[in-house]
């Protein structure tokens, strides 16, 4: 009997094969409480991850921020907040499923072309961070049936 999962193996094997990482452009904690396009996602792609890159460390205060899209403005991350040196510049900050919308932790597909938004909520004394995205733009049709 054949594996009744192959399809979608093969599809999977697929997307983490053209899977790369991106960073988003650099966005300034200390900004104006706000929504902040980092990222431009094109039409047809799939986003596998989200991480944040703290760039600079947050050395005072506290921030809180969400990471989303035009239709979810916290879909990947909800509400992290950073207390004061709570984060070195280097570290890695993961969506945890806990902090995502149920089934964006997982991944999204965009039909239509979108952005990565990061909205402060709460603006820091001191601190920089990327965005780090896992993104598939190509997903070869001899995969998809």
Do not use: R
């Amino acid at each position: 009997m054949g594996n009744p999962l192959y399809g979608q193996n093969k599809f999977d094997s697929a997307v983490d094969a053209n899977a790369k990482w991106y960073q988003s452009s650099e966005l300034d904690l200390t900004s104006t409480a706000g929504v902040y396009p980092v990222f431009s996602v094109p039409a047809g792609s799939y986003v596998l991850g989200v991480k944040i890159l703290v760039t600079s460390a947050i050395t005072a205060g506290s921030a809180d921020i969400d990471v989303g899209d035009g239709d979810n403005p916290d879909g990947f991350i909800d509400g992290w907040a950073c207390a004061a040196g709570g984060a070195a510049a280097g570290s890695i900050v993961d969506g945890v499923a806990s902090s995502c919308t149920a089934g964006i932790s997982s991944g999204k597909y965009y039909s239509a072309t979108d952005t990565i938004d990061v909205d402060i909520n709460t603006v820091a004394t001191a601190g920089k961070i990327k965005l780090l995205i896992l993104l598939a733009t190509e997903i070869p049709s001899s995969v998809v049936h």
